[in-house]
C-alpha cells in the first residue's frame, strides 16, 4: 500500500505555526515510508477565502521546504485539489447517501430548530435535532417546496447505534457513544457540503491513508466514521495531537508564538531550525540530543512514538536552536546568513534594495563581529544597527554611567587622535592604542574600554571592542569620538 497524507489548509489568512507543525508531521510520515503528501485547499468559505493568502501558503511551505506530490499548482491524479472544484463529487456523494435511505432533505426553518434549542434547555437537556423531518412523504415535501423552502442534507443515523471505536495511532483505543450524535447536517440549502462531509469525500476519493491532526479534530472523528460506514467506505488511519501550549502553559496564542511562519522567517529564522524544532515538540528521536537534520528525522520517524502531552512552544529554545543553526551555516554557507539577516536590515530602514557586493562583503564582516550573539537575523539590528548609521544614538542610562565620569573627555580626545595617526585599525593595533593610552594614564583598561564602547555604539552591551573598532575604521572611529566629546559638553559639560 502506498502511504498518502495530506494536509488542507483554509486561505483564509496566512500559514500560521500551529497549522505548519501539523503539516510537517503529516509531510515527515509520507517522507519516511516513501509515501505521497498531498496539498489540498479547503476554500469554500468564500468571502474569506482569496487567492493571495492561498500564494502565501504555498509560499511559506516551499520556504520551510514541505513540498508536495500533489496539490492545485502542481495537478496530480486525483483533482481538482480546491474544494469549490469539487462541488461536482460532494453532490455525487449526496445523492447516493439519498438513494441508500442514509440522508433525508430537512425542510426545517432556523426558527423551528431554535425553538427546539429552547426547549431543549429549558428542560436541562442537550439538544439533538428531533428528527421530524426523517419520515416526510411526498406531499409534505411537495408543499414545504411550495413554501419556497430550501432543504438541507441530513445524515441519517440509526436509532440504537453501536459504540464508535477509533483505534488512534497516538491515542490507542478512543470509544464514543452515539447517544451523543444527531441525523446532522451534510449539505447546506445553497447546496454547499459542511466540514465534516467534505472532509470525509475528499480523504476517500484521494485514497488518503493516514491522516495526523489536531486534538480539537477528534470530536469531530465519530461523525465522519458513521459517514464513511454510510458511503460504505474505509476510512484512513488516524492520530490526534494536543495542541500547542505557550510558555504561560495556555493554548498558543499570538503573544506567544502563534504567529504566521512569514513573520518568523522576516526575523530572520532559518527553516531547518524551525523544522528540528517541530520534531522535538511533539518526539524525542533519542535522548540528550537536540539538533537533528531533515534526513535524519525522515529515517528515524514513526508514528507511533508521537507523545500524547501537550507540547509547549518555547521560544528561547527556537532561538538557540537557530543560533546553533546559524553558526554551522556561517562555515558552510555565510552567503545565505546573510540573505537571512537583509530582511530585518530592510524593516529598520538601515537598508535599500538590494545589497551590493561591497554591502554584502560589510554585512558578512558585523555578522562574523558579532559571533555568537547573532542566533537570529534580527539580531543584527538588535546588537548591530549603530554598524549602518552614520550617527550614534546614545542609550540614556548607558551615557549616564560612561559618559559623565570625570576625566573621561580627555581620555576620549586622546584616543581619538591617537586613531587618527594611526597607519591602520586592525584588532590588534586598536588593543595596542587602548591599552598604551591605559597605561600612560595610570587607569585599567576597562575604565576606557566601556566609554569607548558607548561612544562609537550607544550602548553597554556588545561586540568586542576591538573587532568593533577594526570594523567601523578610522574615519568612523575618530568621527564617533568627536561627536561623543561634543556629546558631553553639551549635555553634561566639561
Not at 86 to 104: F, I, K, V
Not at 119 to 135: F, L, V
Not at 200 to 209: E, G, S
Amino acid at each position: 500500500m502506498t502511504i498518502r497524507t495530506r494536509y488542507a489548509p483554509s486561505p483564509t489568512g496566512y500559514l500560521h505555526i500551529g497549522g505548519a507543525w501539523m503539516a510537517f508531521f503529516n509531510w515527515l510520515f509520507a517522507r519516511s515510508h516513501a509515501g505521497a503528501f498531498v496539498l489540498r485547499v479547503e476554500d469554500t468559505d468564500r468571502s474569506r477565502s482569496s487567492e493571495e493568502y492561498e500564494r502565501a501558503i504555498f509560499e511559506d511551505f516551499r520556504w520551510l521546504s514541505i513540498d508536495w506530490e500533489e496539490g492545485p499548482d502542481v495537478g496530480g491524479d486525483y483533482g481538482p485539489y480546491r474544494q469549490t472544484e469539487r462541488m461536482a463529487l460532494y453532490r455525487a456523494s449526496a445523492d447516493e447517501l439519498l438513494t441508500r435511505g442514509a440522508a433525508y432533505r430537512c425542510f426545517c426553518t432556523p426558527q423551528e430548530l431554535e425553538a427546539e434549542r429552547i426547549r431543549a434547555q429549558a428542560e436541562k437537556r442537550p439538544y439533538r435535532y428531533s428528527g421530524r423531518c426523517r419520515h416526510l412523504t411526498a406531499d409534505q415535501r411537495a408543499a414545504f417546496e411550495r413554501e419556497g423552502r430550501r432543504p438541507t442534507i441530513r445524515l441519517r443515523l440509526h436509532d440504537h447505534g453501536e459504540t464508535i471505536v477509533v483505534n488512534d495511532l497516538v491515542r490507542g483505543r478512543v470509544e464514543f457513544d452515539p447517544e451523543h450524535l444527531d441525523d446532522y447536517i451534510i449539505v447546506r440549502s445553497d447546496g454547499s457540503p459542511l466540514y465534516n462531509f467534505a472532509n470525509v469525500v475528499d480523504d476517500h476519493a484521494m485514497a488518503i491513508t493516514h491522516v495526523i491532526r489536531g486534538i480539537e479534530h477528534l470530536s469531530n472523528t465519530p461523525k465522519q466514521w458513521v459517514m464513511y460506514r454510510a458511503l460504505g467506505w474505509t476510512p484512513p488511519e488516524v492520530a490526534h495531537l494536543s495542541n500547542i501550549l505557550g510558555t504561560d502553559k495556555k493554548k498558543l496564542s499570538k503573544r506567544t508564538g502563534d504567529t504566521a511562519v512569514r513573520d518568523y522567517r522576516r526575523e530572520g529564522f532559518l527553516p531547518e531550525a524551525l523544522l528540528n524544532f517541530f520534531a522535538l515538540m511533539a518526539w524525542y528521536p533519542e535522548e540528550n540530543r537536540e539538533i537533528y537534520s531533515v534526513p535524519e528525522l525522515v529515517a528515524r520517524f514513526r508514528v507511533e512514538d508521537l507523545g500524547k502531552a501537550s507540547p509547549v512552544f518555547d521560544m528561547d529554545k527556537l532561538t538557540w536552536m537557530n543560533g546553533v543553526y546559524m553558526r554551522t551555516l556561517l562555515e558552510r554557507d555565510p552567503g545565505r546568513v546573510v540573505e537571512v539577516c537583509l530582511p530585518a536590515l530592510r524593516e529598520a530602514g538601515l537598508l535599500d534594495g538590494a545589497p551590493t557586493e561591497a554591502q554584502r562583503a560589510y554585512i558578512r564582516r558585523v555578522i562574523d563581529v558579532l559571533g555568537e550573539r547573532l542566533k537570529v537575523g534580527r539580531d543584527i539590528v538588535a546588537y548591530g544597527d549603530f554598524f549602518f548609521k552614520d550617527t550614534v544614538e546614545y542609550e540614556l542610562e548607558a551615557a549616564r554611567r560612561y559618559l559623565s565620569e570625570p576625566g573621561i573627555v580627555e581620555v576620549l580626545s586622546a584616543l581619538r587622535e591617537r586613531v587618527a595617526g594611526a597607519a591602520t585599525l586592525d584588532p590588534a593595533g586598536a588593543e595596542s592604542l587602548v591599552r598604551t593610552l591605559a597605561e600612560e594614564r595610570g587607569l585599567q583598561a576597562r575604565e576606557i574600554v566601556h566609554p569607548t564602547r558607548v561612544a562609537l555604539t550607544g550602548k553597554t552591551a556588545g561586540p568586542g571592542l576591538f573587532e568593533l573598532m577594526a570594523l567601523l575604521g578610522k574615519d568612523q572611529v575618530t568621527r564617533r569620538l568627536a561627536a561623543a566629546v561634543e556629546y558631553i559638553h553639551r549635555t553634561v559639560g566639561s
